[in-house]
């Protein structure tokens, strides 16, 4: 195909600058695909990235990195995609030769890092201009806060159609990133116990995982008490609130002497620090939520004699192809409440409105349903309408994944 078309996408042109503009969406080029874009997640380093705090030069750009479509173009060389086929998008895209990639670490691969930073495709390409030629960013390389959006191939994992895309469009990133932290990076187990601190869109994802990984207790910990009852829904058998007096000690009461496995999943100083305090000796603490640069924390040295582990786990900790195939499964099975994370869903006009909720700390996950007819699942309906029933309000213990 060599046609380029105009589309609407989401544009930041500057640190908090993001508005909806007309950009020209060029052909795929060998080995990329273009995909109709159905819904697309906004996450936390969305804001991240619009409010210029993953550094300059990533602008202008089309933003947005969580999303599922309907492949309707491919370039040459692409056999494994074809026009029709429904995908969900991944911003990590392993070359499977990079230091990294060989050692297994394939969320830390060198050169999808380098073009991620860069807002380019494999081939480090642009396919978006803006209005005055101007070549525009792949936004973490994906671009799909976006009518569509030309990726490369190996970032278009196909999904049966079935599985409604305003669900498989969280699988992207937060449902990956809450998941593969609980199974890839804490490897809970059956019978583990298990404290998840934070338990906005993907704090719940990863109490879910837990219940799902077989752990026998689940301590759900957050600042609000409506959060709490939320987890316990999801599958948390006990729930502290982190404004108590000593919610660390709560927690090892509660537990009998300490978690194995605690999962932080707010990017702040003193939650990290609070996760590290649930674990029993030996036990193993995940940073799951993405603090801002700058951010320090403090440890007692003297704790690590008690072998306690505190790791990092970045965008699910393993191979996301794989990993979003093993999601789909389970989704498609009936067995991720997916709809869960999302508090409201809007119209692509209104991606300024749900950065400002993020930057409130309010609600879960926003949902951009880019076109209610491909979203499916009652999406249309639902589109541009205001919070979902239940969403939460502003709170301090927020979510930044
Ligand atoms: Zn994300
Ligand atoms: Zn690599």
Redesign the pocket.
């Known amino acids: 195909m060599t046609e380029s078309i105009e589309i609407r996408a989401c544009v930041l042109r500057a640190p908090g600058a993001v508005a909806t503009e007309t950009v020209t969406l060029h052909a795929p080029g060998p080995g990329q695909v273009r995909v109709r874009l159905a819904a697309a997640g906004v996450?936390?380093?969305?804001l991240h990235l619009a409010d210029g705090l993953l550094g300059e030069g990533r602008w202008p750009a089309v933003i947005g990195?969580?999303g599922a479509g309907v492949v309707d173009g491919v370039g040459d060389g692409v056999a494994e995609l074809a026009p029709g086929d429904h995908v969900v998008l991944t911003?990590v895209v392993p070359c499977g030769s990079c230091d990294a990639c060989r050692r297994g670490n394939r969320t830390l691969c060198e050169p999808s890092g380098a073009n991620a930073l860069a807002g380019a495709l494999a081939d480090g390409s642009t396919r978006l201009t803006g209005s005055g030629g101007e070549p525009l960013q792949h936004g973490f390389g994906v671009a799909c806060f976006a009518e569509a959006a030309v990726v490369d191939a190996r970032a278009a994992i196909p999904i049966p159609a079935e599985l409604p895309l305003s669900q498989a469009a969280l699988l992207g990133?937060?449902v990956l990133?809450g998941y593969g932290a609980v199974d890839h990076a804490a490897r809970v187990g059956i019978g583990d116990r298990v404290c998840v601190i934070g338990c906005g869109g993907v704090g719940l994802q990863a109490v879910a995982a837990a219940e799902l990984a077989g752990a026998a207790q689940i301590i759900a910990v957050d600042l609000r008490a409506d959060k709490l009852d939320h987890a316990r829904r999801r599958g948390a058998t006990d729930a502290v609130l982190s404004s108590g007096d000593d919610p660390a000690a709560e927690v090892r009461e509660l537990s009998g002497g300490g978690v194995d496995a605690a999962l932080e999943v707010v990017g702040a100083s003193a939650t990290i620090r609070l996760a590290w305090d649930t674990l029993r000796p030996g036990g193993t603490a995940v940073v799951v939520g993405l603090a801002p640069a700058g951010v320090d924390v403090a440890l007692p040295a003297i704790e690590f004699l008690s072998e306690k582990r505190i790791i990092g786990s970045y965008y699910g900790s393993a191979d996301p192809a794989l990993s979003l195939r093993r999601l789909v499964d389970l989704a498609s099975a009936g067995r991720l409440a997916l709809e869960d994370m999302v508090s409201h869903r809007i119209e692509l006009e209104q991606v300024p409105e749900a950065f400002e909720r993020l930057r409130r700390g309010e609600g879960d996950r926003s949902l951009i349903v880019i076109d209610p007819a491909l979203a499916g699942d009652g999406a249309a309906q639902l589109a541009g309408a205001t919070p979902a029933a239940g969403h939460r309000t502003p709170d301090q213990v927020e979510e930044r994944?």
């Not at 996450?43 to 969305?46: M, W």
């Open positions: 996450c936390h380093s969305d990195h969580e911003m990133c937060g990133t994944t």
